[in-house]
């Protein structure tokens, strides 16, 4: 479907609607998940039954609703529609409706094409090799983060929480798809990542499976429970991940409750 629409100007159609997370849908966010919901009609044919949230459509009933498949069908939309590289399919199964119900996660990257999956209690992978979960953080000799991630980089969401930053992280990078930062924390390319507003679930659900399967760790902090923030389209709370729990605490005093 991408490569049937490749220039800018194709990409940037919009449908003239909003998806159910509040965005702007475009022609490539509703075709890509006409692509993913076809597959899941396919399975239901099959006799498999469950309930699908997705980003643009909300919530379809399949039968099931101690299954539910969460599907982010272009994580990265702006990345997609301006041509740069990393966005990313976003598909998670839980048996529940929060964070800490995910038992599998998959997120595909057309940037660099990679595919990235975890479940639960049995690890995390990046293209069939499984990520080493002995893997740590780096730190400049100050003891500041080699290279922290952030998503929602707007201005002035940066320029609120830029001292705190200058504080932790020696380098920062934007990639513009949540999905996608998470799994560069879960390789550790990345020492921490942090969201500078309220995220979806549907950005997250895959993603910090797979960071959490890779030794890593995740919280949602506008929730006492650091995996208690719900598996749907509306923007609840910010998401941050680290190699370790002693930086999740520290990044944690950064973002926005």
């Known amino acids: 479907m991408l490569a049937a629409s490749p220039t800018i100007e194709e990409r940037a159609k919009e449908t003239g609607s909003r998806g159910s997370g509040g965005d702007r849908t475009l022609v490539i966010d509703e075709s890509a998940e006409l692509v993913v919901f076809d597959e899941l009609d396919a399975l239901r044919s ?14 379809i009933d399949y039968g099931d609703s101690t299954v539910r498949v969460i599907i982010d069908p272009i994580d990265g939309s702006l990345n997609a529609k301006r041509g740069l590289p990393h966005h ?10 929060r964070m800490e119900d995910v038992v599998f996660g998959f997120v595909h990257d057309f940037g660099p094409g990679e595919e990235w999956w975890a479940r639960r209690g049995e690890g995390a992978f990046l293209n069939g090799e499984r990520l080493d979960p002995e893997l740590r953080e780096r730190r400049g000799r100050d003891g500041r983060l080699e290279v922290l991630g952030i998503e929602s980089a707007d201005p002035r969401w940066v320029a609120a929480t830029i001292d705190s930053l200058v504080d932790r992280a020696y380098r920062l990078r934007a990639l513009g798809t949540i999905a996608s930062s998470l799994c560069q924390v879960a390789a550790a390319r990345m020492d921490g990542l942090i969201s500078l507003r309220k ?32 598996l749907d389209a509306e923007p609840t709370s910010a998401v941050v991940a680290a190699r370790s729990l002693d930086t999740l605490r520290e990044l944690e005093e950064v973002v926005p409750k």
């Open 88 to 97: 990313a399919l976003s598909i998670a199964v839980a048996s529940g409706t």
């Open 46 to 59: 099959e006799g498999y039954r469950f309930v699908a949230l997705s980003e643009e459509r909300g919530e």
């Open 199 to 230: 995220a979806r679930g549907v950005d997250s659900a895959a993603g910090q499976l797979i960071v959490r399967e890779a030794g890593g760790f995740v919280s949602f902090p506008s929730f006492e429970a650091p995996l208690a923030a719900p």
